[in-house]
């Protein structure tokens, strides 16, 4: 059986599509969360959360099928890759403090600028989670393709 990386594929999918429901359901700050975007554009922005749901979906069941190796996928893998290292890297950034101070440097520009993220830190840690598992799925080597000796 060809794995591929269909089981963090598999997270992926579930924990993005929870994250793009999320906002749709639950009451601000925790709506704030999965989209990093603030009040105005977390719950618009859930539409491209799930789209990144959707398509990690289909590398789940392109790695069930051994066509993880695919042009098609491996163009998909790569957008995934940059969007959910970007995520991480804007979550760094602002818990670094960049923007004003936070864990890092010096200011409260986290406490300030970011309070649901402080406010719901569970949560922020779960959306981080759910990125890595994308991230490393998307940029883990896919097994090589079972050899017509081996059938």
Not at 111 to 134: D, G, H, N, R
Not at 139 to 151: F, I
Request: hydrophobic fraction near 50%; glycine fraction near 10%; charged fraction near 15%.
């Amino acid at each position: 059986k060809a794995d591929g990386g269909a089981a963090l594929y598999a997270f992926a999918a579930v924990g993005l599509t929870v994250l793009a429901v999320m906002p749709q359901l639950v009451k601000f700050p925790l709506a704030t969360i999965p989209a990093i975007l603030g009040k105005r554009l977390s719950r618009a922005a859930s539409g491209f959360t799930l789209l990144a749901a959707v398509c990690a979906y289909c590398l789940k069941d392109a790695a069930d099928r051994d066509r993880i190796r695919a042009s098609t996928f491996v163009t998909l893998r790569r957008g995934l890759a940059v969007g959910a290292a970007g995520h991480l890297l804007i979550i760094a950034l602002k818990v670094a403090g960049v923007d004003g101070g936070g864990l890092l440097l010096p200011g409260g520009g986290l406490w300030e600028f970011y309070p649901s993220m402080v406010a719901a830190p569970k949560a922020a840690a779960a959306t981080c989670i759910v990125y890595t598992a994308l991230l490393t799925a998307c940029l883990s080597n896919p097994p090589d393709p079972p050899s017509a000796e081996s059938q």
